[in-house]
């Protein structure tokens, strides 16, 4: 029996498809619920004994969400291939956690990141920091990041079967409440092996039915429509021109300043969220380190390119919106990156409609369930235990963390249904965190971080963001005419164009605010370093005991403990960190060669995806024996 939604026909198959992926996810959740509800660590950590490829496969299938593809097909209608580039940057800091941070994370033995501000830091600043940090990453910033996926599930699902948004909302999200609920982290890692799989079977299975569509004809024929016209031509180019409006604020940007100084959740400097989550899950820190890498590799080289080709080919068969609205006239919150979503619906065959189906569906619960389980991690263990009830027994724990699970998804539902576009949001995160990043990299390995840094910075960071993205401070005045009329007298963006105009920058006034965000909280924080108060001597030398980061910037911790008498105590051998940051420049030139050669192998440039695949392979392979000689053998926190 055949089900017609909106514009779409649902085969018995394809609902089969679907109906089977829940079922089998809220029986995971049941199977796991008996260990999970055994402790807190059991709950959010899985125990700490879980191995590299289900963590490395989780970490992936967490960022690979719903809001993904369709964020993808956003940039790339608007600015071409090359506007990738805003999220590939984060291949370099990404990096240089899988070398240098994620073994440092597994030996620190804390439950979350934020637990992290009291085990560097002394006083009540830490503990102000771990509290404050535990609610505005854990619950604020937390559930503006879901409600930017489940706005994705929202237009896929307005599209494709034509439901509203509070209807997709409480289909999928009552699914993954539940086995979020029940099973807890192993849960969570378990289904995310099966999402994975799914996710990028339907991914690739939606990139050649968008191929095949008539108006497309193919690889070939796309690639030969877009050469036809030089405007879209420009658009498949891996790498943006030098005299293009984006060079530099999608290329230059990204790669000298964004990778490094912002935060972004799945891409932090010096690592932190459900990243480090996994980091602090794994069984020694040889499996979180290979997690680590697994995840930069699957996540940057190999998953872009299906959704890419969507992209692309939607602006052959929906060249516009008008043509996307005529469609699908009921579909709700039409965009640019509604045009993902509106392929599959145009091209999809029986079947492979519920697969693709399913794999968008799984994309989301995997991500919104790691998100949950994350969130509420920081409620309890930061928020609850820490300062609402210490004395509190496991099996307690356990039950705030469900409770917490459920409040979180319902807080996302209402800003779902307020947000409009994804890249909008990407941008207002991205400059919430402007300036911050430098700090996350540098309190590891320079005593002078302090928690007075964190605060001011992360205060900065928030206030600047505030400002600029102000719309416009307005002041009554009389015109010509004698007329009372509102005129502007301040506005983000009118300010930023004037800074770009002073100094003489071709870019976005968001790409200005970025500079100058970074620029204004970097000062700020390392004058604080300097000037501010220090963290007390006997945290500083307890830190370097247990995590041994090595570097000289813990060389007067270490003379001031030996003038004192004290011996520090080490817990675990330093690495070596030029080796971690060399194996950092191998990771990504092979990651990169990896991503350029599967893309222009596409595009039938054969030579250069030749050159570009040997050029991975080689460094790949000069990177495994670098990192298996100087990282020795298996530790253990």
């Known amino acids: 029996m055949n089900t017609i939604l909106s514009n779409i026909t649902m085969t018995g198959l394809d609902w089969s498809f679907v109906g089977g992926f829940f079922i089998i996810a809220i029986g995971i959740g049941i199977y796991t619920s008996r260990s999970a509800g055994k402790s807190e660590e059991d709950f959010f950590l ?11 496969f989780s970490m992936v299938a967490t960022t690979f ?3 993904t593809p369709n964020f993808v097909t956003d940039i790339v209608r608007k600015d071409g291939v090359a506007s990738n580039w805003m999220w590939w940057s984060f291949l370099l800091t990404g990096m240089l956690t899988v070398f240098v941070y994620a073994q440092l994370w597994r030996r620190s033995g804390v439950t979350t990141d934020v637990e992290f501000y009291e085990l560097r830091y002394s006083g009540k600043p830490a503990a102000f920091l771990r509290g404050f940090r535990g609610i505005y990453l854990g619950v604020v910033f937390n559930i503006l ?10 237009k896929i699902g307005g599209i494709m079967l034509g439901l509203s948004p509070w209807e997709v909302l409480g289909y ?19 289904t995310d092996f099966l999402l994975f799989i799914i996710a990028m079977v339907g991914s690739t299975g939606a990139a050649y039915f968008a191929l095949q569509h008539p108006e497309v004809g193919g690889m070939a024929g796309l690639v030969e429509q877009f050469q036809a016209t030089p405007e879209l031509a420009q658009k498949l180019e891996i790498f943006p021109r030098t005299d293009s409006t984006i060079f530099v604020s999608v290329f230059i940007i990204p790669l000298a300043v964004q990778s490094w ?3 972004f959740p799945g891409a932090e400097p010096g690592g932190g969220g459900y990243l480090v989550q996994r980091m602090l899950a794994a069984k020694d820190e040889k499996n979180a380190v290979s997690a680590t890498l697994f995840f930069n590799f699957a996540h940057y080289a190999l998953r872009p390119w299906p959704w890419i080709i969507v992209a692309l080919a939607s602006m052959i068969v929906f060249p516009d919106l008008a043509s996307i609205k005529e469609t699908f006239p009921n579909a709700e919150k039409i965009a640019e990156d509604s045009a993902y979503s509106a392929m599959l619906a145009k091209t999809l065959p029986a079947g492979w409609m519920g697969l693709v189906l399913t794999s968008l569906v799984a994309a989301y619960m995997s991500t919104i369930s790691t998100h949950l389980n994350w969130g509420s991690s920081y409620v309890v263990n930061d928020i609850y235990l820490r300062f609402l ?16 699970t459920v409040l979180l998804m319902l807080f996302t539902a209402f800003v779902a249904l307020g947000l409009e576009s994804a890249s909008t949001a990407f941008k207002y995160i991205i400059m919430m965190g402007a300036g911050t990043g430098a700090l996350l990299i540098l309190r590891w390995f320079w005593w002078r971080v302090t928690a007075y840094c964190e605060i001011v910075a992360m205060v900065v960071s928030f206030v600047l963001a505030v400002v600029f993205n ?3 401070l307005f002041a009554p005045i009389e015109n010509e005419a004698g007329e009372v009329v509102t005129k502007a007298v301040f506005s983000g963006e009118a300010f930023a164009t004037q800074i770009s105009d002073i100094i003489g920058l071709s870019c976005s006034w968001g790409d200005v605010m970025i500079l100058l965000s970074v620029a204004i909280t970097s000062t700020i924080w390392v004058a604080v370093a300097f000037f501010g108060p220090q963290t007390d001597k006997k945290k500083l030398r307890e830190f370097v005991s247990l995590v041994n980061p090595g570097g000289a910037g813990w060389n007067k911790v270490k003379a001031d403990a ?10 675990s051998e330093a690495d070596s960190l030029p080796a971690g940051i060399f194996c950092m420049v191998l990771g990504s030139v092979g990651v990169y060669s990896l991503l350029f050669a599967i893309g222009y192998g596409l595009y039938g440039q054969t030579t250069k995806a030749l050159i570009l695949g040997a050029v991975s392979v080689v460094t790949t392979i000069v990177l495994f024996t670098v990192w298996l000689k100087t990282s020795g053998k298996s530790k253990t926190a």
């Open 46 to 56: 899985g125990g700490r004994s879980m191995p590299w490829w289900l963590l490395g």
């Open 65 to 67: 969400s719903t809001d």
């Open 145 to 154: 990041i879901m409600a930017m996926v489940s706005l994705a599930a929202i």
């Open 172 to 190: 999928s999200s009552i699914v993954t409440v539940i086995f979020s609920a029940l099973g807890g982290f192993k849960g969570v890692l378990l």
């Open 261 to 263: 100084a912002a935060y």
């Open 389 to 404: 009830k210490p004395e509190a027994k496991q099996s307690e724990l356990v039950w705030v963390g469900r409770i917490s």
């Open 470 to 472: 102000w719309k416009g």
């Open 562 to 571: 030996k003038a004192d008498g004290v011996e520090i105590e080490y817990k």
